[in-house]
T-cell receptor, first 112, second 111 residues
Framework: SQTIHQWPATLVQPVGSPLSLECTVEGTSNPNLYWYRQAAGRGLQLLFYSVGIGQISSEVPQNLSASRPQDRQFILSSKKLLLSDSGFYLC???????????FGPGTRLTVT | GENVEQHPSTLSVQEGDSAVIKCTYSDSASNYFPWYKQELGKRPQLIIDIRSNVGEKKDQRIAVTLNKTAKHFSLHITETQPEDSAVYFCAACSGNTPLVFGKGTRLSVIA
């Protein structure tokens, strides 16, 4: 069966520091991968999605970037964090025409 | 692009009553409509979905209905229980486009 991992689970970082969040999927090939951010008490904001290695679509221009170095690995990065980057970061995957999308356990980021 | 509106934003019901959450979408090409349940501090979980070739789908106490003509779909929860309390999100998409989510409904089931 498919499994999605995210780490770290929680992170506290100072303003201006770099960020790297990792997501990996097991048990499937060529998944579509997604990064979402959820501010406290708010909805799901799609940040990036990828349909294949090296293919990244950005939904919201900001100080974040994403990379997909391997088929089942998706990385979210920032060179300099802002206070407004605080939130719950969720990775998700889907496969082909089934459309069903499943979320990872998330990383709770607090920028201080 | 697709736009999904979700109502109400908050909903309180007595335990045992029914709850209905409604969503409308704008893109007539959308053909997949999932519902997610998110408990406090947890990831959203897919609880039920419906595709455009079906008008209704049921799974125990939850059901989803789809009206393609009117471009709206609804989540129905019967015999609500305290553990149904959560935030519920609807979404829509077509083809390989990403899901577009509604803003969520916070459901409180009062014992």
């Amino acid at each position: 069966s498919q499994t999605i991992h995210q780490w770290p689970a929680t992170l506290v970082q100072p303003v201006g520091s770099p960020l790297s969040l990792e997501c990996t999927v097991e048990g499937t090939s060529n998944p579509n991968l997604y990064w979402y951010r959820q501010a406290a008490g708010r909805g799901l904001q799609l940040l990036f999605y990828s349909v294949g290695i090296g293919q990244i679509s950005s939904e919201v221009p900001q100080n974040l970037s994403a990379s997909r170095p391997q088929d089942r690995q998706f990385i979210l990065s920032s060179k300099k964090l802002l206070l407004s980057d605080s939130g719950f970061y969720l990775c998700a995957w889907s496969v082909g025409q089934t459309y069903e999308q499943y979320f990872g356990p998330g990383t709770r980021l607090t920028v201080t | 692009g697709e736009n999904v509106e979700q109502h109400p934003s908050t909903l309180s019901v007595q335990e045992g009553d029914s709850a209905v959450i409604k969503c409308t979408y704008s893109d007539s090409a959308s053909n997949y409509f999932p519902w997610y349940k998110q408990e406090l501090g947890k990831r959203p979980q897919l609880i039920i979905d419906i595709r455009s070739n079906v008008g209704e789908k049921k799974d125990q106490r939850i059901a989803v209905t789809l009206n393609k003509t009117a471009k709206h779909f609804s989540l129905h929860i019967t015999e609500t229980q305290p553990e149904d309390s959560a935030v519920y999100f609807c979404a829509a998409c077509s083809g390989n486009t990403p899901l577009v989510f509604g803003k969520g409904t916070r459901l409180s089931v009062i014992a």
